[in-house]
């Protein structure tokens, strides 16, 4: 009898809470019109794509369509890993990411420097010149690379000449060598500046009572760096890294490309270009088109194992997440 | 005698005080010298590019240009304005810059403005449903695909329309929502009966400006500068965005876009000139295709840093 009575209310409540759900839900029915664009555009953008990853699976011809076209278990995968090109572009693509990995306390001593101008005009000059690089687009960098690295008359050549390192010029472009600084270095000149905002938010919530303190005790400049800045910046610099190790497969399309010449391309093919070498960048054939996919659902599923192990390990041992 | 050096002693104790140490000054020598070289590192690149495209282009052509030609001309200036293709491709640029903006504001503002509402059922689920697209894509040819299905390729939509929004911007947008403006204030007008359309529109809104214009910003920008859904889905040159066409003129070295057109001049001279100006017409497209750009930059650069700023913030 009790039970019984103690189940009905707890029914009721159960029913009670669903209709206020329900009233709920109706009540912001204008908040949900608010949101549904961009759910509408993401999952068209997005979600089916994702679907149309199948194909990896598949052996696809565009008569029969995605769903029409027989299903090839696992041979494009295995066929990526017989590619001769395989260890090519995954060597290249891991090398020229963690260059660029290693390029990530540049940003964070620039920062540093910056912060200990004293002259407050001068340091806003210094922020505005360095965020400039960041405002060009992709295009226009590698076209200055192009033209700055040209072996005929370009201004690197010529500087170098000049002082006399070279006697005749160089094709840095066509050189298996410089391509990885190229692309590298070029990137840290863009970013550099850009990357020491969210260091120097953080800078300057440091006390000044904190930095004068220390000061009036006996405390150098440099100590005030290393034993008050560092460790104020530290928390942030650990989320960053996080972000940055989870892309380590993620060496993108466009700059690599944009450099890419006839004679560098065995030190530059990366997956996303090979991807596009043997699909669209091939004329109209669609042969590969299953195969391509493959190489990138093989290429997305590192990157996401990446992010899961460092995101793990970080909540483990910095006690900082991003999920 | 012994008192002017006590004299002066304390002196000198009081004004190491207020002074600087000679480590201090050491360490200020150093940093600003290193500063400078970098401040160095930065412009000279554009500098040079600048002045290249002023010089004279037999100048150019022997490469003696370091820090500013001997003798000026904006002659490759006027070739680049005469060439019809690079107008062509610095509209369309602009078309699809104010398209797309508006297209990536008016689907970004309103739903963070949604997600910023704590009360609203299912606002985790649907953040969850946006923060997937950061780590799982369908890559190069899913998207072919489907947009060669919709009948975007080769058409200007491609350049428009899209996913319209990115998780990052979705959450610096909707953190924004939640910090910088009161709950009390959207608790009195739901008091007051305003629809929640109401209180988006008149009051949100009107607060948003500062998020607003750093969305335009990285938006606008964002779209000047792409040039890739242009290189993979768009084949018809009249609809070419500036990148694609500069990717073209500078990397490929494709000149003969320049419509260049030999003067029926005879002289030798002239056409010798033509062809070096070739080379200081390449400098002059690259600051005229970033001179908007460029010229803004002072004035907005604060929103764009604000914009990093909002998001550093844990929302």
């Excluded at chain 1, 002259?119 to 960098?141: D, E, G, W």
């Excluded at chain 2, 190069?140 to 911007?169: A, E, Q, T």
Aim: proline share 4%; aromatic share 14%; glycine share 6%.
């Amino acid at each position: 009898m009790v039970n019984s009575s103690r189940y009905t209310s707890k029914a009721a409540m159960r029913a009670r809470k669903q209709e206020e759900l329900v009233k709920r839900i109706k009540r912001y029915w204008q908040l949900y019109l608010l949101v549904l664009p961009p759910i509408v555009t993401t999952f068209i953008w997005h979600y089916i794509p994702l679907y149309g990853v199948v194909i990896a699976f598949k052996d696809f011809t565009p008569k029969l369509g995605i769903l029409g076209s027989p299903w090839a278990g696992f041979h494009h995968f295995t066929d990526f890993f017989k590619d001769p090109y395989f260890f090519e572009i995954l060597w290249n693509t891991i090398r020229i990411s963690l260059y660029g990995f290693c390029m990530f306390p540049f940003p964070i001593i620039f920062a540093l420097m910056i912060n200990e101008l004293t002259n407050a005009k001068f340091k806003k000059f210094v922020q505005m010149i360095s965020y400039l690089p960041h405002f060009i687009s992709t295009v226009v960098i590698c076209s200055m690379i192009h033209m700055f690295f040209n072996v005929d008359n370009g201004l690197v050549n010529n500087i170098l000449m000049a002082i006399g390192v070279i006697d005749k010029p160089v094709g840095w472009l066509y050189s298996k060598v410089a391509f990885d600084h190229l692309y590298t270095l070029s990137g840290l000149w863009q970013g550099i500046g850009w990357g020491t905002i969210i260091y120097l938010a953080n800078l300057a919530n440091v006390s000044p009572d904190l930095i004068e303190a220390a000061r009036i005790d006996g405390a150098t400049r440099w100590q005030v760096v290393w034993n008050i800045n560092i460790p104020t910046i530290l928390p942030t610099v650990i989320i960053m890294l996080i972000l940055r190790v989870g892309g380590i497969l993620g060496v993108g399309f466009e700059k690599v490309f944009l450099l890419q010449t006839n004679l560098n391309m065995s030190v530059s093919r990366v997956i996303s270009t090979y991807t596009y070498e043997r699909t669209l960048g091939a004329g109209g054939t669609t042969a590969y088109w299953d195969y391509s996919a493959a190489i990138g659902l093989f290429n997305t599923f590192i990157n996401l194992a990446l992010i899961m192990i460092t995101n793990t390990i970080s909540r483990k041992v910095g006690e900082t997440s991003l999920f | 005698m012994s008192s002017v050096t006590v004299d002066a002693k304390g002196r000198k104790k009081k004004s190491t005080a207020i002074k600087r140490s000679f480590g201090d000054v050491v360490f200020d020598v150093i940093n600003i010298t290193l500063i400078c070289i970098m401040l160095v590192l930065f412009i000279y690149p554009i500098w040079y590019t600048i002045a290249v495209s002023f010089a004279e282009p037999a100048e150019a052509a022997a490469g003696t240009v370091y820090f500013w030609p001997k003798k000026t001309t904006i002659d490759a200036y006027a070739k680049v304005f005469e060439t019809k293709s690079i107008w062509i491709s610095y509209a369309n640029t602009a078309l699809y810059t104010v398209a797309h903006t508006l297209y990536v504001l008016a689907l970004t503002i309103p739903s963070a403005y949604a997600l910023s509402k704590k009360q609203l059922p299912g606002r985790v689920a649907i953040t969850y449903y946006f923060f997937v697209t950061m780590f799982l894509s369908g890559g190069l040819i899913p998207s072919y695909m489907l947009n060669k299905s919709l009948g975007l390729v080769n058409s200007r939509w491609i350049m428009i329309l899209g996913m319209g929004v990115s998780y990052s911007n979705l959450v610096i947008t909707r953190s924004y929502f939640q910090t910088s403006i009161p709950n009390e204030v959207y608790e009195s007008a739901y008091i007051d009966g305003a629809t929640e359309f109401q209180t988006f529109i008149k009051i949100a809104m009107p607060l948003a400006g500062a998020i607003i214009a750093v969305q335009t910003l990285y938006a606008a920008t964002g779209t000047w500068n792409s040039w890739y859904s242009a290189f993979i889905y768009i084949t018809d040159q009249n609809k070419w965005p500036l990148q694609l066409r500069l990717r073209e003129i500078l990397i490929q070295g494709q000149t003969q876009s320049l419509d260049f057109q030999l003067m029926t001049t005879e002289e030798q001279e002239e056409i010798q000139r033509q062809a070096f100006m070739v080379y200081t017409m390449k400098y002059a497209i690259i600051f005229i295709a970033s001179a908007p750009m460029i010229a803004m930059y002072p004035f907005v650069q604060k929103h764009f840093v604000k914009g990093v700023m909002i998001g550093s913030v844990k929302g």
